[in-house]
């Protein structure tokens, strides 16, 4: 699993990871959120930063090797941070020996 070009967690630890957050996922994430609040200068700004009753946007790519359950334990620590509008993009590999991580992007 890597989050904007940073490694945070190999595909197996996300696979067997039982209930909650992924934890480094949910780290890093929440690292991002307090980079942002922290560039917001003026008090206007950071009522817009996050529209009311929307999210923060993340989009999520990754190809056909990925299991569904660590898919869907990435979408439920991005929705439990306030990424809730995520987007799933796919990526065409060419050879299907070749597996792609999982690319998280803010």
Do not use: W
């Amino acid at each position: 699993l890597v989050l904007e070009g940073q490694p945070v967690m190999l595909l197996e630890d996300v696979t067997s990871h039982r209930d909650g957050a992924l934890e480094p996922l949910a780290n890093e994430l929440r690292t991002r959120i307090q980079l942002r609040q922290s560039t917001v200068t003026s008090s206007a700004t950071a009522a817009n930063s996050m529209p009311q009753g929307e999210g923060f946007a993340i989009t999520i790519m990754g190809d056909h090797q990925i299991e569904y359950r660590a898919l869907k334990k990435i979408m439920q620590t991005c929705a439990q941070l306030g990424y809730t509008n995520i987007s799933l993009a796919v990526e065409y590999v060419e050879n299907e020996n070749q597996g792609l991580p999982i690319e998280v992007a803010i």
